[in-house]
């Protein structure tokens, strides 16, 4: 069985410096790190190599720098991973990022599984899984909780929808794409940290792809960013919930508003 | 000079940052009140290979050396004095004795399991006359054919209600004093005779054990003398020297909490119209320690550079755990202040992070023996030969 | 300038240290592990007249000056810090402030009580909004006919848990800041009085502190303590007096580390001796003494400003700053002193230790006795500085 796991290298959105007084974001001093919902998409992909022996291939595309997320998750257990990479797949959009993504996985060959995380925290546009589904030409499925069994050509899975969870079976092969907190991404091993820089990493470029420079134009422009209305600072306070109920109760009767 | 670290490095302290945020910090609080180790943690840490940070690939560890090693306690340190007591005990003395002065045998046989953390350490050097003198130790060792007949009390040792494999430090030859009088051994904790005596109920660092282990007639193969015979002193020698080096790390790590949630309070807070951050004295406190923790890092690191490329180090080892320290008790001690009233109620980590802080002034060498290392090493270079 | 002490003073004093080392110490322990108030201790200590000790004989006091009060805190701080805090937020705090401010009925209403301890006192200031900034208050006192009608929430009130006599500081003009701030005697028993969670602490664990909430409590008239608007002045005031017993358990607390320490290399022997051969420790042992050495100075001369009727804030603060930060660092000293052993909780130098750190904090940080000081002497200049 082959298990193919894009994943994303973002700015970690808990470093990212947000300065409403000069309408300014700092994305730089952010750490580089693996998109949080593709690390739950990798973790499905491992368990099912842990049960079913699945051969874990791991791909991303952007700068150099996205070199380390994809050691990364060969350390935390992928069996190899692939980066797609030059000037112009460094600058593409998630339309461009699927289209080399699918081109580069019809490359690999045959597979029975794409697992990937259901949105990039950094964007939030949820767009790749479906994307890249269409451009392959096979099912998607998306919110996924759990995957309870890959057999017979077939995977069954538990997603959300509105309010409830549903069982789907889904023909192979096909997308998953992983809702955030479906699990509790591992940890890579010491060891393997300490070898993931020892092998030899394939990169390809839009050319090995087939893919041209207009294939490849962004398809959205950013124009600017805002704020949202600033919020009043709260106050903390400990205590029993009969200590904090007296003191929430003082602290309205203060201000006059019971 | 290059002042990065490594690519594999840098993702070992990620691995490190996040076990320590996702397994230890929810439960550093209450492994205090309760005054429990967290074996279960302890656990998971080893399935990631945290037992065995530097040691090679080969015996289990990670490969990760000394600077690795380094990484992982700063990172646990920030969270959990405790949690970076157990691992340091374990990893930097206990085991670190067996990979410093063990033969390939024992290496595969001890060093292998403790590694993998599928075994714990413990490094048995302290008895109740024997603290910083620790020469005076009174544990005795006698030949029995092809074994040694070990009998004798340890005090305070780190890991002792857990440990599967002791480090014991005992006297060969009364006759010979230190220098040929003291073997060191491996001793299983199931060999017969083995017994933990009190549990110690310690200021802080609760969610470790600090035990008193008994040694009535116990029966140790002479295959499992570590080091050469009569050459105990160097062993402990040797691994208390690493073990300082990791235990600053561990108190960079503590100091940075301490700092950064002295400045969150300051920034926080407000009285007298402001943030308690535009009080000046505020400002020294945080500019000066920031200063301090700086220089312990570089200190640090330098030092680890040093040990994973082979050069001496002793003197700057014993540095490292003297001045981290009194960094890390000091940055506890402003963050308290900073604090106020709040620091000192228990509902808050504060109190807990500065009950915690002091022993490291005291374990795995005094800060008056570290000084005293310190000022022999200088003084060598000058003629003059220093004793305690 | 004489510097020995009157005959009564050095009665008062051997009185004090004897039962302090008889009544108190041996308890010590205890109260820090169980996390005991002494209550069997004020019991004794009621008997022996110290509850009310600065009091007039006609309330069941001995009046004792203030510097006769430096030397019940200094040795009861010496014997148990618990116990040596709860003796004087009581006494110092709260019966001195009745006994300052107060009428001859509120004086003659809560002072015998007080001395025979049968109701204890506490002393509420602090908010969450007001630590350091004690003019931040926010707790309202409304006059509706011959009531005033408190709310609010003090924290950090200690002997809250175990006290029945109040002194509870409150805006009856809100606008008007520190100037609209007054004081009143709070009876726990009043309607809309409620005592909160236990503060759970990392030393003074004999200590029993919690937050007080008062909702629409409800106070005599008669309970309001001076005039409206004094508040401020009221409280000052008594911080001025408390702060010198303050120092003075510093000084108690410090002396009782340094015995622990000393005591203690004479005893170890590592290398061939006992510790107390050693340089390093010789130098710890000298520090802690030259220090406390002059802080007792610092005390015993602002207690003789005091008695005089002198102006005495400045030094007051001196001695409290200094007293808190030379506490806690002999008690560090003379922990380090006892190796591994000073981390084991049977020792009393592990309590000792906990129960210093405390002192740079209550009663006003040592960041706002500096700024008392620094506040006086510029004054001397013209300057006005503000905290």
């Given at each position: 069985m082959r298990v193919i796991v894009p994943i994303k290298q973002i700015r970690d959105p808990r470093g990212v410096k947000a300065d409403p007084r000069r309408q300014q974001v700092t994305l730089e001093e952010a750490e580089l790190v693996i998109n949080p919902t593709d690390r739950n998409a990798l973790e499905e992909a491992l368990v099912l190599k842990d049960k079913l022996g699945a051969k874990v291939t791991v791909i991303s595309i952007g700068g150099p720098e996205v070199e380390d997320s994809i050691r990364e998750a060969w350390a935390c257990g992928a069996d190899e991973g692939i980066l797609l990479s030059d000037e112009l797949l460094a600058k593409a959009d998630f339309r461009g990022a699927a289209l080399a993504l699918a081109k580069a996985i019809q490359k690999l060959g045959d597979f029975d599984l794409i697992i990937a995380g259901a949105m990039a925290a950094d964007t939030c546009q949820g767009q790749l899984g479906p994307r890249l589904a269409a451009a392959l030409d096979i099912p998607c499925v998306n919110d996924v909780y759990r995957i309870l069994e890959v057999s017979g050509g077939k995977a069954r899975v538990i997603r959300g929808w509105d309010e409830k969870f549903l069982e789907v079976e889904v023909e192979l092969p096909a997308v998953l794409c992983i809702a955030p907190g479906a699990n509790v991404p591992r940890l890579p091993h010491g060891a393997r940290i300490m070898n993931s820089y020892q092998w030899e990493m394939p990169v390809w470029k839009a050319s090995d792809l087939g893919l041209s420079e207009e294939d490849l134009r962004p398809g959205v422009e950013e124009r600017g960013l805002s704020f949202p209305p600033e919020r009043v600072r709260g106050r903390v306070s400990r205590g029993s919930p009969e200590d904090l109920a007296r003191e929430l109760v003082s602290f309205l009767r203060e201000r006059h508003l019971i | 000079?290059?002042?990065?670290?490594?690519?594999?490095?840098?993702?070992?302290?990620?691995?490190?940052?996040?076990?320590?945020?996702?397994?230890?910090?929810?439960?550093?609080?209450?492994?205090?009140?309760?005054?429990?180790?967290?074996?279960?943690?302890?656990?998971?840490?080893?399935?990631?290979?945290?037992?065995?940070?530097?040691?090679?690939?080969?015996?289990?560890?990670?490969?990760?050396?000394?600077?690795?090693?380094?990484?992982?306690?700063?990172?646990?340190?920030?969270?959990?004095?405790?949690?970076?007591?157990?691992?340091?005990?374990?990893?930097?003395?206990?085991?670190?004795?067996?990979?410093?002065?063990?033969?390939?045998?024992?290496?595969k046989k001890y060093l292998t399991p403790l590694a993998r953390g599928e075994k714990i350490a413990a490094f048995a050097l302290t008895e109740a006359g024997a603290g910083s003198d620790a020469a005076a130790i009174k544990t005795r060792a006698v030949r029995d054919g092809n074994y040694f007949i070990l009998n004798g009390t340890k005090q305070f040792i780190t890991n002792g209600d857990i440990a599967d494999i002791i480090t014991v430090m005992a006297v060969t030859d009364p006759s010979l004093g230190p220098r040929g009088g003291i073997t060191a051994f491996i001793v299983e904790r199931e060999y017969p005779g083995v017994r933990i005596g009190k549990l110690e109920d310690k200021m802080g660092i609760r969610g470790s054990s600090t035990a008193e282990i008994i040694l009535e007639d116990v029966r140790v193969p002479k295959e499992n003398i570590l080091g050469p015979f009569g050459a105990g002193f160097i062993v402990f020698m040797q691994s208390l020297d690493m073990g300082r080096l990791t235990l600053g790390a561990a108190c960079l790590g503590g100091a940075q909490t301490a700092l950064r949630m002295a400045m969150e309070w300051a920034a926080m807070r407000e009285q007298f119209g402001e943030p308690i951050a535009h009080k000046q004295s505020i400002q020294w406190m945080i500019a000066e320690l920031a200063t301090e923790i700086e220089a312990l890092r570089s200190l640090v690191y330098r030092t680890a550079w040093l040990v994973d490329t082979r050069q001496p180090f002793t003197r700057y080892a014993a540095m490292c755990k003297m001045y981290g320290s009194e960094v890390a008790s000091k940055a506890v001690n402003i963050a308290l202040q900073i604090y106020g009233a709040m620091g000192y109620s228990r509902d808050f980590v504060v109190e807990l992070m500065y009950r915690d802080a002091k022993i490291a002034e005291i374990y795995e060498g005094t800060n008056e023996i570290q000084r005293i290392v310190i000022a022999e090493n200088l003084f060598r270079d000058f003629g003059v030969r220093i004793r305690p | 300038m004489d510097f020995t002490l009157s005959e009564e003073h050095q009665m008062f004093r051997s009185m004090f240290r004897d039962f302090a080392q008889k009544e108190v110490a041996p308890l010590a322990q205890t109260t820090d592990h169980e996390e005991k108030p002494p209550l069997e201790i004020l019991k004794k200590m009621a008997e022996q007249g110290f509850l009310g000790a600065t009091f007039p004989e006609k309330y069941g006091g001995s009046e004792l000056d203030n510097l006769g009060y430096c030397f019940l805190m200094e040795e009861m701080a010496g014997a148990c810090m618990s116990t040596a805090l709860t003796l004087h937020v009581h006494l110092g705090l709260a019966g001195n402030t009745i006994l300052r401010e107060g009428t001859e009925a509120q004086k003659e209403k809560y002072l015998p009580d007080m001395a025979e301890g049968t109701k204890l006192g506490a002393f509420a200031l602090t908010e969450p909004e007001a630590g350091s900034d004690a003019a931040a208050i926010r707790t309202v006192a409304v006059k509706k006919g011959d009531e005033y009608i408190l709310t609010g929430n003090k924290l950090w009130v200690t002997n809250a848990g175990i006290a029945d006599i109040f002194i509870v500081f409150a805006k009856t003009d809100p606008q008007a800041g520190a100037r609209g701030i007054s004081a009143f005697i709070v009876e726990k028993s009043f309607p809309g009085f409620k005592v909160g969670r236990r503060e759970r602490l990392l030393g003074l664990r004999g200590v029993v502190c919690n937050p007080i909430y008062l909702e629409e409590c409800r106070v005599p008239a008669e309970n309001l303590l001076g005039q409206e608007g004094e508040g401020f002045k009221i409280a000052m005031r008594a911080l001025d007096y408390a702060r010198l017993g303050t120092a003075a358990m510093c000084l108690g607390l410090a002396e009782a580390a340094l015995r622990e320490g000393s005591r203690y290399a004479t005893e170890r022997s590592q290398f061939g001796g006992p510790i107390a051969l050693k340089q390093a420790i010789q130098n710890y042992v000298a520090e802690s003494a030259i220090k406390i050495e002059a802080l007792r100075h610092l005390v015993e001369y602002t207690a003789w400003l005091a008695d005089k009727g002198e102006r005495f804030t400045k030094e007051a603060a001196m001695a409290k700053a200094f007293g808190g930060e030379i506490v806690r660092w002999v008690a560090d000293r003379m922990l380090q002193v006892h190796g591994g052993y000073g981390y084991m909780r049977e020792y009393t130098i592990e309590r000792i230790y906990r129960d210093a750190r405390a002192l740079p904090i209550i009663e006003g940080t040592t960041e706002i006795q500096r700024f008392i000081v620094a506040s006086d002497i510029f004054s001397g200049y013209g300057l006005k500085i503000k905290p």
């Open positions: - | 000079m290059d002042f990065s670290f490594s690519k594999e490095h840098q993702m070992l302290r990620r691995m490190a940052r996040e076990f320590a945020e996702r397994e230890v910090l929810p439960i550093a609080k209450a492994i205090d009140e309760e005054h429990r180790v967290p074996m279960d943690v302890v656990k998971k840490a080893a399935e990631l290979g945290l037992l065995g940070v530097p040691f090679p690939q080969k015996y289990g560890g990670m490969g990760a050396g000394e600077i690795g090693y380094c990484i992982v306690a700063e990172e646990l340190g920030k969270v959990s004095s405790s949690f970076a007591t157990i691992i340091g005990a374990h990893i930097g003395i206990g085991a670190m004795a067996i990979y410093l002065g063990g033969n390939e045998e024992q290496k | -």
